[in-house]
C-alpha cells in the first residue's frame, strides 16, 4: 500500500518541519519502485537526512538506493547554490563599496528566501526539462518551493535587472538578478507544477492544530498561483493499544479531535491517513511499513537509558531570576510549544515577584486572552500582531524606499515585501519596542529574532552609518536592543525542540545561526517527552525508547543547560497549568510524580492582566 493512490508523474511534499515530510516521500518511493516503476527521489533540504532514512550514501547526483533497485536518489545542495549567487552578485563590489556594505550585501543574500530560490534554480531543471528525467516514470521532490518563491518567478519585473542596483536595502531577492538566463526553463517548470495531469503537491501534517493551519496557509497560497493538484497526508494517527494506558487513551483522544476540527479549506482535500509508528523511519523495511494499520504492535525493549533527567524549568528559573530583570527569549520552530514554554516561564518569575512583559506573537492571542485578571498584577501581556506589523511595515517602506521607483520597481519591492523575512524584520522592531518599555523588569519574549535577522539589521544598519555618516533610519530601539541581545547578562535564549530527528537537527542549525549573531543560548527546552511518563502502549513505549539518542545528543553535545518537559495529556490553557510546567520537580517525589502533577488540570482562575504597552 502506498501513501498515496494513482499518484502523478512528478510528486512534491512539502509542510513545516518535522511532520515528516522526508519520511513520507521516502515511503512513497519505495513503495511505487517496489511495483516495479523507475523512481527518481530528490530533496532540496538544506539539512537532508535522505541517506539515514534510506541507508545508503547519497550525492548530489542520481544514486542507486541499496536494496530497491528501481530507485534512485539525490540531495540538492541549495546552500552551495546560494553561495555562488552570493559570490557573483557581492564579488564586483569588493573594493569599490565600503567593507561594512559589503557585509550587508553578504548578509542580505544568506537568508531563507536566498536559499529557497536557489533550491529551484536547481530542481528547475529536473521539472521543466522534460529530457532531464525521461528515463524516471516518477519525480518525487522532497520540500516544494513556497508560494512566495512562485510568484517571484513569476513577476516579470522580478527579471529586469532592477535589484541589481540595490545594494543598501534588505532585500532577500538578490539572486534573481544573476538568473535570468534561466528564465525559460523556470516559466517552464511553473507552468508543469500547475499541471494537474503531470504534478500533485501533498500536503504533509500532523494531527494537531498548528500543522494543520500551516498546512491551510501552504495550500491556500500555491492554488492562487495555479497549483490545484493537492492531496492532504496526516502523518501520525494513534490508535491506543493498552486499555489502562492513560497517555495513550488521551493521545487518541487529541488526534480525534484535531481530525474534528479541521479546517474547511483542506478537509475537502483528498486525504491518506499514515498511522503512528513506534520508530523512526530509517531504513528501507521501515518504509515499507508506512501505511499499514498493524505496524509497530509490538515492543522491543533496549539496555539503553538516560540517567536522571532535569524535569520542569525550576532549575533554569532559579539561575535567571538572580539577576532580577533581563530579556528571556524563546526560540524554535513552529509546534515544538515555545510559546507555552515563554508563557509558564512568565508566570514563574511573576509569582516570585518580579514585574514581567510577556510579548507574544500568538496568532490567536489565547494565551493574552486566557490570562486576563487581576490575581498577578506584576504579569502584563502584550501581543504583537505579525500581520499588522508587517504592514505598518510595508508602508513606511513603500514610503521611503518606494517613492522614487517606477511601475515595474514597485512591483518587484511590493513582492520582496511579501516575503517570510519582511514579517520576521518588522515583528523583530515591535519585539524592541517591548524591550525598549520595560528596562527595570523581565522581558519574556515568545518568537524571537533569529541569527538571520539580528545580523542582517546589524548589517543594515553598519553600512548607513558608513555611508551617509549620519543618524540611521533605523528606530533608536532597535539600535540599543542589537548589543543588549548580545548581552548573556542581560538577555538569556532558550530553544525549544521536540525529542525527534528533525526538531533537534533543525534546532541545532539555529545555534549555529545565534552564534553567528554573537548569541549563545542560554539552554535548551525539550518539550513532549515520554521519558518521565510511565507508558504502557507499545507505540508509547518504543516512542519513549527512541527519544534517549537525541535527548543524549543534546545533552551531551548542544546544550550548555537543560530542561525537558513530559507530554502533556492537554494543553495549557491557563495560569494553574502554566505553573506546573514551571517548575513541579520541586517538592515531587520522582520525575514520574513531577509529571503526573503536570497533568492535574485544576480549574482555571483568570489571574493576570493584559498591557497593551509595547504594542504600538
Known sequence: MTPLAKPT?????????????????????????????????????????????????????????????????????????????????????????????VASMEEQFSGSCTLEIAAFDEFSRLLGDDSATSQYDHVIFDTAPTGHTLRLLTLPS??????????????????????????KLYQQSVAALSNAQKT????????????????????????????????????????????????????????????????????????????????????????????????????TPSDESLPELPVGLHAL??????????????????????????????????DRGYDVLLSTTDPAAHLATAMEGDGLPNLAVSRIDPVQETKEYTAEVMATAGADLDEQGRALLEEDLRSPCTEEIAVFRAFARAVASGNDRFVVLDTAPTGHT????????????????QSSQMPDYVEALLPRLRDPKFARVLIVTLPEATPVHEATQLQEDLRRADIDPFAWVINQSFQPLPVCDPVLQQRKQNEVSYIREVSKSLAQRLAVLPWKKKSATGVSSLRQIAGDSVGAGSAVEAARHQHEQGPFSPSVKTDKAGTK
Open 200 to 299: 500533485t503537491l501533498v500536503l504533509v501534517t500532523r494531527p494537531e492544530m498548528s500543522a494543520l493551519r500551516e498546512a491551510v496557509r501552504t495550500s491556500g497560497e500555491l492554488k492562487q498561483l495555479g497549483v490545484k493538484n493537492q492531496r492532504l497526508v496526516v502523518n501520525g494517527m494513534f490508535s491506543a493499544q493498552a486499555d489502562d494506558d492513560e497517555f495513550a487513551a488521551a493521545m487518541q483522544l487529541r488526534c480525534e479531535q484535531a481530525l474534528e476540527s479541521m479546517p474547511a479549506e483542506i478537509a475537502s482535500l483528498p486525504r491518506t491517513s499514515i498511522p503512528l509508528l513506534p520508530a523512526g523511519l530509517l531504513g528501507i523495511e521501515a518504509l515499507k511499513l508506512v501505511g499499514r494499520t498493524n505496524a509497530g504492535s509490538e515492543f
Open 317 to 350: 528559573l532559579e539561575e535567571i531570576s538572580e539577576a532580577g530583570h533581563g530579556v528571556v527569549m524563546t526560540m524554535g520552530k513552529g509546534g515544538v510549544g515555545k510559546t507555552t514554554v515563554a508563557a509558564s516561564l512568565a508566570v514563574a518569575l511573576a
Open 158 to 183: 522580478a527579471w529586469s535587472g532592477f535589484m541589481e542596483a540595490n545594494t543598501t536595502g534588505t532585500s532577500c531577492l538578490g539572486p534573481l538578478a544573476g538568473l535570468q538566463a534561466q528564465q
Open 9 to 101: 508523474r512528478n510528486l512534491f511534499f512539502t509542510g513545516k518541519g518535522g511532520v515528516g515530510k522526508t519520511s513520507m516521500a521516502c515511503a512513497t518511493a519505495v513503495q511505487l519502485a517496489e511495483d516495479g516503476l523507475r523512481v527518481l527521489l530528490v530533496s532540496t533540504d538544506p539539512a537532508s537526512n535522505l541517506h539515514d532514512v534510506l541507508a545508503t550514501k547519497i550525492d548530489n547526483e542520481p544514486t542507486p538506493i541499496n536494496g530497491v533497485p528501481n530507485l534512485l536518489a539525490m540531495n540538492i545542495d541549495p546552500a552551495e547554490s546560494a553561495r555562488q549567487y552570493r559570490e557573483r552578485m557581492v564579488a564586483p563590489y569588493r573594493g569599490v563599496l565600503p567593507d561594512a556594505a
Open 454 to 469: 539580528i545580523l542582517l539589521l546589524d548589517s543594515a544598519l553598519a553600512y548607513h552609518r558608513e555611508v551617509t555618516r
